[in-house]
C-alpha cells in the first residue's frame, strides 16, 4: 500500500507568520527522500495554506506522484490544466470549515464532475472522487468517468466507542470491495494517524493511503530536540 503525504500543513504553520518558512517544497522533498509514493497538497479557494506558487514549485520538483487536491470550481480546474498534476482528487470546499468535512457527493453533481473529468483526460490528469464509502456514490463515480475513488476515512477516525469504530470500517472495506469490482482505483484518507491507520492499512485492495495533519504533527514533535539543539548552538 502506497502513502501520500500531504504538505499542506506545512504551508500552515509558514501563514501563521506570512513568512518563507517553512517551505512545503522543501518538506515534500524530505517526503520523497523518505518513501513516500505521491505529494498531495489542497489549493484552496481562499488560499488559506498552499499558494499558486508553491502548486508551481511543487510541480518542479515531483516527479512521482503530485496530487492536487480540489474543489470543482472553474478557476481552480484552470490552474490545474495549466499546472498539470499526475493526479487532481476533487473534494467538496466550505470556506469556514477546518478541514475538508464529508465526501463530494457525486451524485448530486454528477454532470459538473463529469465535464471536468473529461477536461483532466485531455490533459492527461487522472481523476480522482473524494467521496463517503457509500454505494451510490461508488456507483456515480463510476458513471461520471472517474478511474480512481478515495475513500473518506473521517467517521472511522472520529468514532468514539469500539463498535461505532468497527461499523466505520466494515463500510470503508465494504465500499473498497465494491469499487475494486467496478474496476476503480481505491485509495482512502482523512484523519488517520499513528493510533488508527493500521487497520485501514489492512484491508486488502487500496492502493494507497493519503495522509497529512498527523505525520505534519509528528514531524514537529520528533524534530524538536534537533532544532532546539542546533539553536543553543548557535547562541554559545
Ligand atoms: N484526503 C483528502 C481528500 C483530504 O481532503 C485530506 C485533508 O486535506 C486528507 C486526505 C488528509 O487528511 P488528514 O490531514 O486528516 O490526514
Known sequence: MKLGVNVDHVATVREARGVA???????ARICIDA???SI?????????HIKDDDLWRLREVVGTCLNLEMAIAKDIVEIACKARPDQATLVPEK???LTTEGGLDVVKHAGKIAGVIRRFNEKKIRTSLFIDPSRAQIVASKKAGASIVELHTGEYANARTGPARLKELDKIRKAAEYAISKGLEVNAGHGLNYANVRDVAAIKGINELNIGHSIIARAVIVGMRQAV???IGLIR
Open 21 to 27: 518558512d517553512p517551505d512545503p517544497v522543501e518538506a
Open 35 to 37: 518513501g513516500c509514493n
Open 40 to 48: 498531495v497538497c489542497h489549493l484552496r479557494e481562499d488560499r488559506r
Open 95 to 97: 470556506r469556514a470549515e
Open 229 to 231: 539543539e542546533e539553536m
